[in-house]
């Protein structure tokens, strides 16, 4: 059996920037010119999706995961012609997960109406926060209440699987700011959340803020505080962790996300995106425009590649799959590492039962802890991480 096989599809336009966000998007002002534009970004797209399709063959497709930026600002219409062009160049699952990122300000019920109707099973939305001060900061353009609107017009329109994504510990934000984002979230009735603790990214206007002294440096005791109150928030409405940022009604996962987690394969499309096939890992010029204009050329859009040894295979599996609930089975380690990992269960970082029946799965402290654990274990199998596993 292949490993699952997904397509990302990423969508470089924002109608204005966060202050915290280093992804590869662009507002309007940044682009100029048709190749940038929301049509010549379609037009390209879809020459990558058939480039795709020649150069895997006869993969089906599991799973589709259109991101950003933010794919609403394409309209209903040009997200559909995506998905399109995706079933008429490969062998799509009946069940395919198709989901799309999209922000609150940028969605309304006819918008849902048409991206159901295009085929999308799965909204994620951008929420970040309830409070309007935390909002402010993270620069975010939608009112508190929108983003829970937007998940209630998604669910109406029949999308069964909704995310929301928050964001926490931003600066100035309180342990009550999130009881209300996490109540909020719960009023939405959603199925899935994302929630990351805030990241100062190089530079951001963020950290430029940050390093100006007009806002303080995200706490990581604060962090991990607020990451607990979400998660028994979360815990006692039926949403489970599946991923140490990640929670869902039993069944709800993230189908896209798990294959990312769990060694599966997948093409990204589009500016910057990343692609991942048995081993091999390649990803794409980061521009626009000139990701468009190769392909116009009937080139690849590839900026570099490389080959993933043993060793470095190794390593990323424990990294990810460590973060899921469902752990890893300890035989994947060496003598080493699994002697890292009995003194993770006496430190209380891994689980005693699940160890008992060989596998490393995170308590509720390690979760807290999981970059340390991770470490502890490459490191003890022959260490610093990534060098001579065996
Ligand atoms: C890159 S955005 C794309 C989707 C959409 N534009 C939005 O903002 O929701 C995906 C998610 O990444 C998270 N994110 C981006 N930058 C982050 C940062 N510096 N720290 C924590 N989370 C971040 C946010 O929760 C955001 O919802
Ligand atoms: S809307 Fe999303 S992708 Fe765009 S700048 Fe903000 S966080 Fe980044």
């Not at 063959?57 to 040009?78: E, M, N, Y």
């Not at 997960?97 to 799965?122: D, K, L, Q, W």
């Not at 005693?352 to 003890?380: I, P």
Request: hydrophobic fraction near 40%; aromatic fraction near 6%; include cysteine.
């Amino acid at each position: 059996m292949p490993p699952p096989f997904g397509i990302y599809v990423h969508v470089p336009f924002c109608a204005t920037r966060c202050g915290y966000c280093d992804f590869n998007t662009y507002t309007a002002s940044e682009l100029a010119g048709d190749a940038s534009s929301p049509d010549g970004w379609l037009a390209a797209a879809r020459r990558e999706i058939a480039l795709a399709a020649r150069t895997v063959g006869d993969r089906t497709v599991d799973t589709v995961f259109v991101g950003g930026g933010t794919p609403s600002l394409l309209g209903a219409d040009r997200l559909s012609a995506v998905l399109a062009a995706i079933r008429a160049e490969f062998d799509v699952a009946a069940d395919c997960e198709v989901t799309t990122e999209s922000n609150p300000e940028s969605t309304s019920p006819e918008f849902f109406a048409g991206i159901r109707a295009g085929g999308y099973t799965r909204v994620s939305l951008g929420m970040q926060s309830a409070a309007r001060h935390v909002l402010a900061v993270l620069d975010r353009t939608h009112t508190p209440g929108r983003a829970v609107e937007a998940a209630l017009e998604a669910r109406s329109a029949g999308f069964g699987n909704v995310n929301l994504d928050l964001i926490y510990a931003t600066p100035g934000e309180t342990d009550d700011d999130l009881r209300r984002s996490a109540d909020a979230v719960l009023e939405a009735g959603v199925d899935h959340v994302s929630a990351y603790a805030l990241i100062v990214e190089d530079g951001t206007a963020l950290a430029r803020r940050v390093r100006r002294g007009e806002l303080p440096a995200p706490d990581d005791d604060v962090a991990a505080t607020r990451y607990e109150l979400l998660d028994a928030r979360l815990a006692d409405a039926g949403l489970h962790w599946y991923e140490v940022s990640n929670w869902s009604r039993p069944g709800a996962e993230c189908r896209h996300n798990l294959g990312y987690w769990r060694d599966g394969d997948w093409w990204g499309v589009g500016p910057g995106a990343h692609s991942h096939l048995a081993g091999t890992r390649w990803w794409n010029v980061k521009h626009p425009a000139r990701w468009a204009g190769l392909l116009a050329e009937g080139a690849l859009p590839e900026a570099g590649r490389e080959e993933l040894t043993a060793d470095e295979q190794h390593t990323e599996r424990v990294m990810l799959r460590l973060r899921l609930a469902e752990g890893m089975a300890l035989d994947l380690l060496d003598e080493g590492g699994r002697a890292a990992a009995d003194r993770a269960v006496t430190e209380g970082l891994l689980a005693t039962a699940a160890h008992a029946q060989g596998r490393a799965v995170l308590t509720d402290r390690g979760r807290l802890l999981a970059d340390r654990v991770v470490t502890d274990l490459l490191v003890a199998e022959g260490g610093p991480i990534g060098a001579a596993h065996r």
